[in-house]
């Protein structure tokens, strides 16, 4: 291999996830996950992503602190058009629909506004539904 390609780099990518998956990541507590490659001609960058057991991600943390921030309770199972739903997740760069909520049943994600998000999954009780 003279130069990084994208076929080589498929190849290499399998090779490195079989290396990765002999790693003893039980005895250390971790989860290791090989994530995005850039490459030029004569280099190539792969993300690797290393997880501590029970640690929570930084979404989780984003969510949790934005949850807060708007009164928002995430155990909260809200019902709409007859369907049960949960909130999965806060996307800061989505300005318009930055929340990710999971039809329970399905496991389908759709997305809401904050004013939705407050209206259906309000810590506080709301007095004007019906």
């Known amino acids: 291999m003279t130069k990084f390609d994208r076929p080589s780099l498929r190849i290499l990518r399998s090779d490195l996830e079989e290396l990765l998956a002999t790693f003893n990541t039980s005895k250390h507590g971790i989860k290791i996950e090989l994530g995005g490659c850039n490459y030029s001609d004569g280099e190539a960058t792969f993300k690797l992503k290393v997880t501590k057991n ?30 049960d739903y949960s909130i999965s997740e806060f996307r800061p760069k989505a300005s318009k629909r930055p929340w990710l909520i999971t039809k329970l049943k399905t496991g389908q994600l759709f997305t809401i506004d904050t004013e939705t998000a407050k209206r259906h999954f309000s810590i506080k009780p709301n007095v004007f539904s019906t």
């Open 54 to 83: 029970g640690a929570k991600t930084r979404v989780q943390e984003l969510t949790e602190q934005m949850a807060r921030l708007e009164e928002l309770d995430l155990s909260k199972i809200a019902n709409l058009d007859g369907d």
